[in-house]
């Protein structure tokens, strides 16, 4: 049996990251490193570095998050970064979607316990929900795959002239040039790699920020996105 890894305390900026919610940062920093490993939802080993690789590297994606929008989390795992983020931002809607459902009930578990009423769970695949998912402002996501992947499965749940942020490593600048072509065809019209969390967390936090213009996805998800509303409304009429 491997022995249990002691979380350690919190760092004294991440008091001044989640505020008054810190509290409930804490208690999402302690299930992580229980649940989270019991249930295999984080190695063992990033339980010394929660605090730091992963609540407050995710934390600060809020600053370059829009007031009060509407975020979709894709892929969201164990809550990276949905949850930081609705602990720092109260003023986001935010729905964590994920398609595992160990993951799922884990994080419906957190919302609950936190008493997160700005964020809602949904299982499922990105591609399945489209058309039955309002869109949103802005997609999240960490580095779960390559940005051209990343983007397939992010872009075209967004409303026009919405924004993906997908957390990245170093090689953030050479992904945006191998996946340009990729991008293009899903509609994205600007891309940029910013640095947050300055003062906060060493290195900064890398974001890819990727804008798409009037048709999220491109023409391909356009029509895709109008037969699932249609299936969606015929539903509902009987």
Not at 77 to 93: C, F, M, T
Not at 189 to 208: F, I, K, R
Request: with cysteine.
């Amino acid at each position: 049996m491997t022995a249990e890894v002691e979380l350690p305390q919190a760092p004294e900026g991440a008091r001044a990251v989640f505020g008054e919610f810190f509290p409930e940062a804490v208690r999402y920093a302690e299930l992580l490193a229980d649940a989270g490993v019991k249930r295999g939802l984080i190695g063992p080993r990033e339980v010394p570095r929660l605090w730091e690789r992963h609540l407050l590297n995710c934390a600060v994606l809020s600053e370059v998050v829009p007031e009060g929008v509407t975020v979709c989390d894709v892929g969201s795992g164990a809550g990276l970064p949905g949850i930081p983020l609705a602990l720092v931002r109260p003023d986001l809607k935010i729905t964590l979607l994920e398609p595992l459902l160990r993951r799922t009930n884990f994080l419906q578990e957190v919302v609950e316990l936190l008493g997160l009423d700005h964020v809602t769970v949904v299982r499922g695949r990105a591609e399945e929900v489209l058309g039955t998912l309002q869109p949103v402002h802005v997609v999240t996501a960490r580095a779960v795959a390559p940005l051209d992947r990343l983007a397939g499965w992010g872009v075209p749940l967004l409303r026009p002239y919405g924004e993906m942020l997908a957390l990245k490593g170093d090689a953030a600048e050479e992904e945006i040039v191998g996946a340009r072509a990729a991008l293009s065809k899903l509609g994205v019209v600007e891309t940029e790699v910013l640095h947050v969390g300055e003062g906060v967390v060493d290195p900064m936090t890398t974001v890819v920020r990727v804008v798409v213009g009037e048709s999220p996805g491109g023409v391909r998800f356009a029509a895709k996105r109008a037969k699932a509303a249609r299936t969606s409304r015929t539903r509902r009429r009987r």
